[in-house]
Structures are given as structure tokens and as C-alpha cells.
């Protein structure tokens, strides 16, 4: 069982709490607006929320802000689909979100979490990211169909 996690900030509400979730806001901001999910169908993304720990950050009941974190909860977590919706942007919140996810208790003591950007690595590296010692251990089995 995950651990319950919410914080208050600055009028605004993140928790892990998945029933808070605006799931067409999420699947929306992914299927158009993101660089790495273009067209993902609504399904998939059901599905990855299923199956990931999710925060979400909101304005009242508005979602403003997403991640999820999938992990065996013992050694790894791949952080992955964060995003702060544009008019939210410039207010810290994806600051508190990474704050967040690296302070959850069920991932603070993990041997390592993984995540990919292509253009935020700044941001990341201020929670102690940094790019890979050995890259050329990694692999991965891309089918470019899904």
C-alpha cells in the first residue's frame, strides 16, 4: 500500500489521492500539448494512472499540475509525464512538485530514480538528477507503433 501524501502551498493542494484526478485535463495537456505523449489515447492514459503513483497539484478542484512515478517501491522509480499547465506556469510548482516526489516517503530511500527531459534538465538537477555515470548500460525496446 502507497503512502497518503499531501502538502498546501501558496493556496494550492498537491496529493496522491488518484480520485482528485482530472483525467481529461491530464490525458488533454498529454495528447496535445506535450512533446513526449502526442496523441496518446485516452485509454493508455488511464491505464498508466492506474499503475503509477500520481500527483497531482490543484488550484481549488482545477488540476494545475501532474506527474507520476512508476516504481517496485524497494530500489527504482522512473518519474515521468510532468507538466504544469500554462497558465500555472512561473508560480514554483514544478519546483514543489520534484520537492514532492523526492520526499515521498515511499521513494526517499530508493537506490535510484530515473527520468528523461529534453529540456528541463535544470530544473531537475535541482533535486540531485544528474545525467547517467554509464549510459552505455542502459538500453531500451522502443516500438515506435505505440
Not at 6 to 31: M, N, P, Y
Not at 116 to 142: I, K
Request: charged fraction near 25%; charge should be neutral.
Amino acid at each position: 500500500m502507497v503512502t497518503p501524501f499531501e502538502q498546501h502551498r501558496d493556496g494550492f493542494t498537491l496529493s496522491t489521492d488518484k480520485t482528485r484526478l482530472d483525467v481529461d485535463a491530464i490525458h488533454d495537456f498529454l495528447a496535445q500539448s506535450s512533446y513526449w505523449a502526442q496523441g496518446r489515447p485516452r485509454e493508455v492514459v488511464v491505464r498508466t494512472i492506474e499503475n503509477s503513483l500520481c500527483f497531482g497539484i490543484y488550484d481549488g478542484a482545477r488540476q494545475a499540475g501532474f506527474a507520476r512515478v512508476v516504481s517496485d517501491f524497494g530500489t527504482f522509480a522512473w518519474v515521468c509525464d510532468v507538466f504544469v499547465i500554462d497558465e500555472y506556469r512561473g508560480r514554483g510548482l514544478g519546483k514543489w512538485l520534484m520537492e514532492c516526489i523526492v520526499a515521498h516517503p515511499d521513494l526517499r530511500g530508493l537506490r535510484r530514480i530515473l527520468l528523461a527531459t529534453r529540456d528541463a534538465h535544470g530544473l531537475y538537477s535541482q533535486y540531485g538528477f544528474t545525467p547517467l555515470d554509464a549510459p552505455e548500460r542502459f538500453m531500451h525496446r522502443l516500438n515506435r507503433n505505440a
